[in-house]
């Protein structure tokens, strides 16, 4: 039996195919243009709430937890200096990392302070530079090493200091200072102690002193002025203070003036460590506390 449809023709086919082909163009035209007339969607109104986003608000991309623009400082003198002196030069401090490390770490803790250096070397531009914005004061013995350091390192606060003492006078110096007066806590100008530095600038004795480091005057031979009245000055400094306590360090503690003298004025109750030559003592206020004993 015949069939009386009519068959489709190509022609027709290929009229249907390029109408659709034309519909999805308009219509992808349409969405395209849609999605382009609409405002971005900004990363700060990102939020993975299904509540809408107040503008008022911040969100954590509005507030990040680093700035944006983060403010520059610049390197302060002091360490500028000091890491300039020493890439630049051969010459190293003469305590070694650990013993350097115990003070350090003080340091750490209370800069900026007050600290009062008996010596000054090839340490001292670090030490200032580790009390950035304190007052660090060197106290040297030799009138011509000061005037050589200033032309190297004018930013250091240093003072000459004169010691009439010898090494060799050690042990008449210690049973001296087992006397009665040299047990009394005040200043050390007006001390009646014959240990008792009393040479120094009004303004030395009028700080209160926060760290003391003994490493000087010179004490290796019998002819030198060795550290009897240094060790003795820094304790009696330490124990006048109107409060609070005062970190002490002698270096050198191998020889027999540093060893005796820094445990019978500094005291061995007050020693906290000592790390190869070095000792570190705290000393508290005796005026904060009256009836204390002159060692613990």
């Not at 009519?6 to 349409?30: D, G, M, R």
């Not at 009646?192 to 030395?204: M, P, S, V, Y």
């Not at 060795?226 to 970190?247: P, Q, S, V």
Request: glycine residues 6%.
């Amino acid at each position: 039996m015949r069939s009386n449809s009519k068959p489709h023709s190509p022609f027709n086919t290929k009229l249907i195919l390029i109408c659709a082909s034309v519909v999805l163009f308009v219509f992808l035209l349409i969405t395209t243009t849609s999605s382009f007339s609409k405002p971005p969607i900004s990363q700060s109104h990102l939020s993975n709430s299904t509540h809408p986003v107040d503008d008022s608000e911040p969100t954590p991309l509005d507030c990040p937890s680093l700035p944006l623009t983060p403010t520059c400082t610049k390197t302060p003198p002091s360490l500028a200096n000091a890491l300039i002196h020493y890439a630049t030069t051969n010459i190293t401090p003469q305590q070694t990392v650990k013993e350097i490390s115990v003070s350090a770490r003080v340091l750490e803790k209370k800069a900026p302070c007050n600290f009062l250096v008996f010596g000054l070397g090839h340490d001292s531009l670090m030490w200032a530079g580790l009390n950035h914005g304190g007052r660090t004061v060197f106290l040297e013995e030799d009138k011509a090493w000061i005037e050589q350091i200033k032309q190297k390192l004018p930013s250091l606060e240093s003072y000459h200091v004169e010691y009439v003492t010898k090494v060799h006078q050690a042990d008449d110096l210690l049973e001296t200072g087992m006397k009665e007066e040299c047990k009394v806590v005040g200043d050390p100008r007006f001390s009646k102690c014959d240990l008792a530095l009393k040479g120094f600038r009004n303004e030395i004795y009028d700080m209160e002193w926060d760290l003391i480091m003994v490493d000087a005057p010179t004490g290796f031979h019998d002819e030198a002025p060795g550290r009897m009245n240094a060790i003795y000055t820094a304790g009696l400094m330490a124990r006048n203070r109107e409060e609070g306590e005062t970190d002490v360090f002698v270096h050198d503690v191998n020889r027999v003036v540093e060893d005796k003298f820094s445990m019978a004025f500094l005291c061995e109750g007050y020693l906290r460590e000592q790390q190869g030559l070095l000792r570190h003592f705290t000393i508290p206020s005796h005026r904060s506390r009256s009836g204390r004993p002159f060692c613990p």
